[in-house]
């Protein structure tokens, strides 16, 4: 049975600052550098294939903590969150014409102006998910993961989210005539 294990990249200075990434291309910053490489995937991951985003926050997020340059794979590049990008999403809050609203409120089909809804994002991810052959790591972005995982438990962004996507740890999925979770918690990081 193959299993794919989702890694959400390491913090940016957009990350600390609350704004909206997207597909903006920005580098992992050197606290989050020095943290990551404090870390090493756990010994039953060390040998699967590596694969991660295009932009550069996921690939030097796998390179750290695998020793090892990834595949990049454009499919699992972020969310395209459109004219909201590079806002922050407390001061969208505050605009009562801005449209925001949180993600866990969104359903399948609400999509930011310009940009791409859940249903878009999984319907671009869905085809490469479902043909993995080989256990697969994929760094990658907290959009891309909270699609494959509201697949896998059956969640449809009609509330707040049964899971939370935290950083340093490997949310692994099996598939097998769908998507399903393995385990409860996620898999967690080793230290150096």
Known sequence: MTKLALIRHGHTLWNRAGRIQGRTDIALDPDAVTELSGYKLPADWADANLVSSPLMRAAQTAEIIAGRKPELEDTLIEMNWGDWEGLRGV??????????RDIEYWGWNYRPPNGESPQDVWNRIEPWVMELANDTIAVCHIGIMRMILAKAIGWDFDGPAPFK????????VELDKGLHMVGDEPVRLEKR
């Open 91 to 100: 001061d969208l809050k505050l605009d009562p014409n801005s449209g925001f």
């Open 165 to 172: 996507i935290k950083r340093n740890r490997l949310y692994v």
